[in-house]
């Protein structure tokens, strides 16, 4: 468990997706490979909202589970 209190996690800003975080925090990796036409939606998806790979990649995994999508791509879904 992390030693953050929650005093120190109410200053914290929130950040946006593929940005790192700024303490150490448990960070989990995933590596795969894909189709050039998931390649172009990952790639579209960085480039129409300035992501890193991972954040577009993580957006679209959460869609794509059912979940809602994180600030600031909640926004552009509606929700």
């Known amino acids: 468990m992390s030693d953050t209190t929650p005093?120190?996690?109410r200053n914290r800003r929130s950040r946006n997706y593929g940005e790192r975080p700024q303490i150490s925090q448990e960070r989990?990796?995933?590596q795969v490979m894909v189709y050039?036409?998931?390649?172009?939606q990952l790639r579209e998806l960085m480039e129409r909202h300035n992501l890193s790979a991972s954040g577009a990649a993580h957006h679209l995994m959460r869609l794509g589970?059912?979940?809602n999508p994180l600030p600031p791509l909640d926004q552009h879904h509606g929700n």
């Open 28 to 30: 989990h990796y995933v």
């Open 65 to 67: 589970a059912g979940l």
């Open 7 to 9: 005093a120190t996690r």
């Open 36 to 40: 050039g036409d998931c390649h172009q």
